[in-house]
């Protein structure tokens, strides 16, 4: 029996490293033609890059007075100045560099606890099962938002680190629980009861076994979790209770209502950074919907 089971995953194993192949040229041809999954990746990529490249031609410190006050964008000051006379575009580069940390943080530390409770839970079942389940259910069920009110307004001095790991601890249940689901309905397949039976441990066969299988919808879960991370946290700071040491989109736009750049007809100081949030997030959502199509084939354009 012994025998038996060694020869089948003998030439299971012999088979992997065809099949992993075979799935990555069909994902690389599939992606490379679905036009969803390359605008959003576009999009994205550009503004990753001029998050990466744009700081090092900002001139001046983000919260130096250095220009005339209000002057509209021009060959000095390629996004204008606010109301104080500081430069817009430091200020746009360093709070996009800013939005895409709390998005990886947030994102990345959201999706590795829901990651972690969803696979135990769903692996494991019973007892463990039950309680990673009430826990989940019970911080489901906070009101996170006001929680992260609460936190933020009582912490004196915030900053970008912060903010991200209050969102990433609050941002996983959703994650867990659908991990959990698809971790039930993969633990009862032949090739998981074959590892069991082989003396797998069971933490081996989730992540060799149980997890490779499901890496389009882990890739999928990650971006949306980039995504929510960066609309809470610009949420938050546009209502004031973001980062107090540094500046980021959201902030830039709560200094752009406070001081009536709306009203002065400053556009060029609430514009940049609001289409900046919209077009990532959207973007993301986007890349998204192109990942779906392109792993699932009932959805694919051909």
Do not use: H
Not at 20 to 26: G, P
Not at 48 to 62: N, Q, T
Request: glycine content about 10%; aromatic content about 12%.
């Amino acid at each position: 029996m012994t025998e038996q089971i060694n020869i089948e995953k003998s030439e299971r194993m012999d088979k992997v490293p065809v099949k992993k192949q075979k799935k990555v040229n069909e994902f690389i041809y599939f992606a490379i033609r679905n036009n969803k999954l390359k605008i959003g990746l576009g999009i994205v990529l550009l503004f990753i890059l001029l998050a990466l490249i744009g700081p090092l031609f900002a001139k001046y410190d983000w919260n130096a007075y250095i220009g005339p006050m209000s002057q509209p964008p021009s060959r000095e000051f390629w996004f204008g100045t606010t109301t104080f006379g500081q430069d817009v575009y430091t200020q746009f580069v360093l709070g996009l560099r800013a939005t895409f940390l709390v998005g990886i943080i947030g994102g990345g530390l959201g999706t590795l606890i829901g990651i972690i409770i969803g696979f135990v839970a769903g692996y494991r079942g019973g007892i463990v099962d039950e309680v990673l389940n009430v826990l989940t259910n019970v911080v489901l069920v906070i009101p996170t938002f006001a929680l992260l009110l609460i936190v933020a307004a009582y912490l004196k001095v915030r900053g970008i680190m912060i903010e991200s790991i209050f969102i990433g601890l609050t941002a996983w249940p959703w994650a867990a629980r659908a991990i959990r689901a698809q971790t039930f309905s993969l633990r009862s397949r032949d090739f998981v009861d074959l590892a069991r039976m082989s003396g797998m441990k069971p933490l081996k066969i989730i992540f060799t076994e149980i997890a490779p299988n499901m890496m389009s919808y882990l890739l999928m879960t990650f971006i949306l979790q980039f995504g929510g991370a960066i609309l809470i946290a610009a949420t938050l700071d546009f209502i004031g209770l973001g980062p107090t040491n540094t500046i980021s989109l959201g902030l830039m736009m709560n200094y752009a209502v406070m001081w009536g750049a709306l009203q002065f007809g400053n556009w060029w100081w609430f514009v940049p950074p609001g289409f900046a949030i919209m077009a990532i997030v959207g973007s993301l959502y986007i890349m998204n919907v192109g990942l779906d199509e392109v792993f699932n084939p009932k959805l694919r354009e051909m």
